[in-house]
């Protein structure tokens, strides 16, 4: 039974789309992926509109002094089991932004972060092989 | 003996079970349909049963200061209707002698349940947009509830007066289904939107607008009763086409009746795909003096026996 639900945990992952702090071309790839070209609700990926219904959050941007209060509060309301996909370079570490003075490091000093996607902005196809590798981690 | 029975015919065929499973293959054609009109290829099939078994899995949270009995309620609510419902309409379709007097009226009651767990569990909720989402919920409920009861007055009408339901079933077995006079097709085109409101699809899916109230009553639903909540959908998905097959088209005692749920799901689809959402105050309008004036035509040329 419990391999029955986790099958369920890997066949439909609805994800949230959290804008931490974005320069909003990496919100633009995401929108990307769930146009007619990419469509991945073949894979059973659906955007949902509440953290509550969501199983993996896709974070993007810097995080900064504004914005962590806000991210660690999604990140709670969010049920668990949840994977957290970072996208874009400013997740992984804090590119360009980094000498700035509101911005706190990257993200996995202060949440536990599944996978980072690299790119600025990472391709659809990217972010796609991201969540994937994001589904295998769960076993 | 008869009562194991009993518990069978609400547990699994065709009470829960059975309609669970038949709706949620539904709301895969569903999505496949809107898919392909948006030229996407579309989940595949075991797509609503994956949802399903991921929502069990997931931690169910109850917001801090919310009415805990209420918050559940809410979706509870409408299993048990839509379950009771799916055994009075399959049982009295296939033997119409079953029904008693008046059950009409109580499946009107049953499939008026959904909406109103649905209005309690948003207001449990304590979120601003639940409360907003289930204000909304109530003026919907009450703008397609006018053509609604209309339109089954007109039935009772057709069928000289009955309000059994077995009886209503049996007479268009008899005499041919009422669909195929000018008030039938007036009756059949009010029913499709009033289905088409109940279920919440686009037109009218004013009170769970993802992108302005992000899911309104729903938001703050996650795990086991957000299943059942779309576990509830689904069934409804099911049921009501099958109760407009059973009071308009002739019953669902044949294998046409599956080509015919068919049809006017995929027709709810193509509605739901080609239109964009209304205001409420724009459906309230719709519905109370375009569709019920419609109603009443349809109701005076019954009256008259076309
Ligand atoms: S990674 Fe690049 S594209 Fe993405 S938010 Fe940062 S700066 Fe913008």
């Known amino acids: ?139 | 003996m008869n009562f194991i029975r009993i518990l069978f015919n609400y547990f699994i065929f065709p009470g829960f079970l059975f309609t669970a499973i038949v709706g949620m293959f539904l709301t895969w054609i569903d999505r496949k349909v809107t898919a392909r009109v948006q030229m996407r290829v579309g989940p595949p099939w075991y797509q609503p049963y994956a949802d399903f078994m991921k929502l069990l899995l997931k931690e169910t949270i109850i917001p801090e200061g919310a009415s805990k009995t209420l918050f559940f309620m809410g979706p509870i609510f409408g299993l048990i209707s839509m379950s009771i419902l799916a055994v009075m309409l399959f049982t009295m379709n296939f033997s119409p002698e079953n029904s008693f007097a008046g059950d009409l009226i109580v499946m009107i009651y049953l499939l008026a349940l959904p909406p109103i767990g649905v209005i309690i569990g948003g207001s449990a909720s304590k979120n601003p947009l639940a409360s907003v989402g289930a204000s909304r919920e109530m003026t919907q409920y009450f703008a397609y509830e006018l053509p609604f009861l209309i339109t089954i007055a007109g039935i009772v009408l057709k069928s000289g007066g009955t309000i059994k339901f077995g009886e209503i079933v049996y007479l268009q077995r008899v005499n041919g289904p009422f669909l195929y006079s000018i008030s039938g097709i007036i009756f059949a085109i009010v029913f499709l939107l009033v289905i088409q409101a109940k279920l919440g699809f686009v037109p009218f899916d004013i009170p769970e607008a993802e992108q302005e109230i992000m899911a309104g009553p729903y938001i703050e639903y996650s795990g086991v009763a957000l299943a059942i909540y779309k576990i509830t959908k689904a069934m409804m998905l099911l049921l009501l086409p099958v109760f407009m097959i059973s009071i308009l088209w002739g019953g669902v005692g044949d294998w046409w009746a599956i080509l015919k749920l068919l049809l006017i799901i995929v027709l709810i689809i193509l509605i739901k795909n080609t239109n964009p959402r209304l205001r409420i105050d724009q459906a309230l309008k719709f519905f109370w003096i375009f569709l019920g004036i419609f109603a009443i035509i349809g109701l005076v040329l019954a009256m008259k026996g076309l």
């Open chain 1, 1 to 139: 039974m419990g391999d029955f639900k986790l099958w369920g945990l890997k066949k439909s992952p609805w994800v949230f789309h959290v804008a931490a702090a974005s320069c909003n071309n990496c919100d633009i790839e995401i929108l990307d992926v769930l146009t007619p070209k990419w469509d991945v609700e073949r894979f059973g990926i659906v955007l949902v509109g509440s953290p509550r219904h969501a199983d993996a959050l896709l974070i993007t941007g810097v995080l900064n002094r504004k914005s962590l209060p806000r991210v660690l509060r999604v990140y709670e309301q969010t049920p668990k089991p949840c994977l957290v996909i970072g996208v874009g370079t400013c997740t992984c570490h804090c590119h360009m932004f980094e000498k700035s003075y509101n911005v706190v490091g990257p993200y996995d000093r202060h949440i536990p972060v599944d996978v980072f996607i690299p790119g600025c902005p990472p391709k659809p196809e990217a972010i796609i092989m991201g969540v994937v590798k994001a589904l295998k981690r769960l076993g």
